[in-house]
């Protein structure tokens, strides 16, 4: 009996042995060949991706699920136990908790009066600029490249009652000096302009690229209906950088929420009479000053929630006000 033809049976053609394909070059190139080449090819891609993984989860991951289980717990003479609320009690009922939130945000809106709009406002400026612009983004980015503490202890100095060149200018005007950072009036507004000086540099470049990507006919246009310098601003140069202001509104917020570097080399951390005690600065207390671990995870845990949810209500309005 003879074998099907490919008109009777139309499965013959799969059950066909393959033969290997010819390259330009003329060599054979089997199709297993292939196969095994793309497995290489995805095994290395894979492996790449799965370091990136586990270097996240290593050093982000597991510190938030290690902090949500020590927020729970309490330690005693090693021995490790469930505490239930017993945290986040004690952390309610000490006195610098409510002193050390009412800093921080006070610390927040003064951030965001001056943190979110000099460097729109340096930007807008560098933008006018024709020439000398790859210059002036450095002088700006300039601060953001040196040391934290660097910059930090040089406004200490400026900030120095005795020979400071902040009480030194006001000598000038014929004005009393201050004591910046031992005045609770002055400390935090102190640190604020000290951060704003520092991480300014970031968020200029961010607005300057945001601005020079906004048409020039709409200036145009606004010149053309009579629009002033301000009113192009508000009616053009905002509308079409609105989806970055609101970014870098929403990652300042986060940031100014975890200050600590800042008042900690200024003002010891506390301040005077505690007016820049923060509450990133607390849970540095409750660990390392304090030995107590779970208080300072509980804290944190409220920090994180607190600034989660934030998230999620401003990605939530900013989503409904774009639809």
């Known amino acids: 009996m003879s074998a099907p033809t490919l008109a009777q049976d139309p499965t013959a053609k799969d059950r066909r042995p393959r033969r290997p394909r010819r390259t330009r070059a003329g060599a054979v190139r089997h199709p297993d060949a292939s196969l095994a080449q793309a497995v290489r090819r995805n095994l290395t891609a894979h492996g790449f991706l799965i370091g990136a993984v586990l270097c996240f989860a290593f050093f982000s991951w597991y510190p938030i699920v290690r902090e949500f289980l020590l927020a729970f717990q309490k330690t005693e003479n090693g021995h490790v136990s469930w505490a239930g609320w017993e945290n986040f009690v004690t952390v309610w009922n000490d006195p610098a ?5 009412r800093n921080t945000l006070w610390f927040t809106v003064l951030a965001l009066v001056l943190g979110f709009a000099v460097p729109f406002l340096t930007a807008l400026v560098i ?9 002036l983004r450095l002088l700006v980015y300039l601060p953001v490249m040196l040391p934290p503490t660097a910059s930090v202890l040089l406004f200490k100095y400026l900030y120095d009652p005795g020979y400071g060149m ?5 000598g000038v005007f014929g004005l009393p000096a201050q004591q910046w950072l031992q005045d609770p009036d002055t400390a935090m507004l102190s ?6 000086w520092m991480n300014m540099g970031g968020a200029t470049l961010i607005y300057l690229a945001a601005l020079q990507g906004v048409p020039g006919e709409l200036y145009e246009a606004a010149e053309l209906d009579g629009a002033g310098l301000l009113r192009k601003v508000w009616h053009v140069t905002i509308p079409q950088t609105r989806l970055v202001l609101l970014l870098m509104l929403l990652m300042q917020v ?8 800042e008042p900690f080399l200024l003002t010891g951390g506390a301040g005077p009479e505690g007016s820049t005690t923060t509450v990133v600065y607390l849970i540095y207390q409750y660990a390392f000053n304090f030995n107590n671990y779970g208080a300072a995870a509980a804290l944190g845990l ?14 939530r309005l900013s989503r409904a006000a774009d639809e």
């Open 97 to 101: 908790f409510g002193q050390a939130w």
């Open 127 to 135: 933008n006018e600029f024709r020439h000398g612009q790859g210059y």
């Open 166 to 170: 902040f009480n030194e200018v006001l």
């Open 191 to 196: 640190v604020v302009v000290a951060s704003t």
């Open 254 to 261: 986060i940031a100014t929420m975890q200050v600590f570097v």
């Open 302 to 315: 409220l920090l994180l929630v607190l600034l989660a949810g934030f998230s999620a209500v401003y990605t």
